[in-house]
């Protein structure tokens, strides 16, 4: 697997920039196990853990407790213990190393505010973190308040017996108590970091970025999809999955991702000094085999009739077409059906709109243009199974659409119509757009 290592290690090198995804994987790497009911529950929690039952420290953010009080002792105790008390490991002075001097952004779930805490600046907690505080009356209106100091009185006078009610923290905008600003039905995204966060991928979208995916379960799509659709999406990306036990990666990107099923310290040591410690890693694949010449004619035969007007160019890489479609008012591209994912960008003139009927049921719309306030993309990735059309949006007086795609071309056949009836059937509120959009 030395290879691999050698890729993965140029890859960093060449990379514009690094987006560092990290979930729960991480946190336990570091020594939080949110999940485990075991002595470190005890240690942490205390009284509490058997006075309430609690069986993990999630539940114990999550409980309803009879006494605020307690409430505030909980969140005082595992704060103290895994925020205020937190030093850095070398885990996390492992990706200082790997990231050197390069553009970051840190795309975590995780509350804990360890990024932030060892010293990284560029950090969307897309589930918040659990030293800011909401005001549980007006969530919305009156802001998000860091509790980072309060937290630590309260574990402190929490431990000196001379905790009381008026130390519980309040709204400085209208007195009403705080909830921690965690998933739930009030949570509010910090919109700095949201910002921060979205410039940072339009501004590296097109070049050459790399995902370092840093302990992030296969079934965890929260920031796993969309961070992969984003390396199906532009060409030059690439994508380092480190999660013990179990890597997935889509096929459509096999071929510019590598995956360590190790732990993230094993990963990182063997990233920083290319040496071979025997961890299993995969990728990045080889290319799919080229369709011989009769499967291309039959293939070119076939897309003609879902898209009536599109060019093709082959051999930018063997197993994917690069396909420019252009449809107009006039000329729709037909529903069709994907067997595997695909990737599709908008290029030039009027918006698409992307009609998708997915294999579980699901209607859905895209549309891709550049428009960001009317809720374009520039470009998204169509999951297998979906059933797919495009239109011309008409709205910027260009008279035509085109969008630019990358398909996989290893086999003929893997794009199919799908009977009309069954998908009526299945989208009987959508009988309209499917009469309209199939072929006929
Ligand atoms: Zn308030």
């Not at 082959?314 to 252009?326: A, C, D, F, N």
């Amino acid at each position: 697997m030395a290879n691999s290592i050698t890729t993965a290690q140029k890859w960093i090198k060449n990379a514009d920039a690094i987006l560092v995804t990290a979930s729960n994987g991480f946190s336990i790497s570091e020594g939080l196990n949110l999940f485990a009911n075991d002595q470190k529950l005890h240690e942490v929690l205390g009284d509490l853990t058997d006075k309430y039952n609690i069986p993990n420290f999630l539940t114990a953010f999550g409980y309803n407790y009879s006494n605020e009080l307690d409430r505030w002792r909980a969140y005082g105790r595992i704060t103290e213990y895994y925020s205020h008390n937190y030093h850095p490991g070398k885990l996390m002075s492992s990706l200082k190393k790997i990231i050197g001097d390069k553009p970051y952004y840190i795309w975590t779930s995780n509350t804990d505010h360890h990024f932030a805490l060892a010293g990284f600046n560029n950090i969307f907690e897309i589930e918040g973190n659990w030293l800011n505080g909401i005001c549980r009356a007006h969530p919305k209106e009156h802001g998000i308040t860091n509790l980072q100091d309060k937290l630590h009185n309260i574990y402190s006078k929490d431990q000196q017996g001379t905790l009381e009610n008026d130390d519980i923290p309040k709204c400085d905008q209208c007195g009403e108590p705080l909830s921690l600003n965690l998933a739930s039905e009030n949570f509010q995204i910090d919109q700095n970091q949201l910002e921060g966060f979205s410039s940072f991928v339009q501004k590296y979208q097109m070049d050459n970025i790399l995902v370092l995916e840093l302990g992030i379960g296969p079934n965890n799509q929260m920031i796993k999809g969309p961070s992969t659709q984003l390396i199906a999406a532009t060409e030059k990306s690439r994508y380092i999955t480190i999660n013990k036990g179990q890597v997935s990666i889509p096929d459509i990107i096999s071929e510019r991702s590598i995956g360590f099923s190790s732990s993230i310290d094993d990963a990182f040591e063997s990233l920083l000094t290319g040496k071979d410690l025997g961890l299993k890693i995969t990728g990045p694949k080889g290319p799919q085999p080229e369709l011989s010449p009769t499967q291309q004619q039959e293939q070119t035969e076939f897309l003609k009739q879902i898209f009536p007007s599109y060019m093709i160019e082959r051999g930018i890489r063997p197993s994917e077409l690069s396909m420019y479609m252009t449809i107009d008012t006039e000329h729709l591209s037909h529903l069709h059906l994907l067997e595997q994912g695909q990737a599709w960008m908008y290029s030039l003139g009027n918006s698409a709109l992307v009609h998708c009927f997915t294999k579980d049921g699901k209607y859905y719309q895209v549309k891709l243009g550049l428009d960001k306030s009317k809720k374009q993309v520039h470009g998204f990735y169509i999951e297998p199974g979906t059933a797919v059309a495009f239109e011309d949006l008409n709205d910027n007086g260009a008279g035509f659409s085109q969008l630019n795609g990358s398909i996989p071309s290893n086999s003929s056949g893997q794009v199919l119509i799908p009977k009309k009836d069954a998908l009526i059937e299945m989208f009987p509120g959508q009988a309209d757009v499917i009469n309209r959009l199939s072929i006929d």
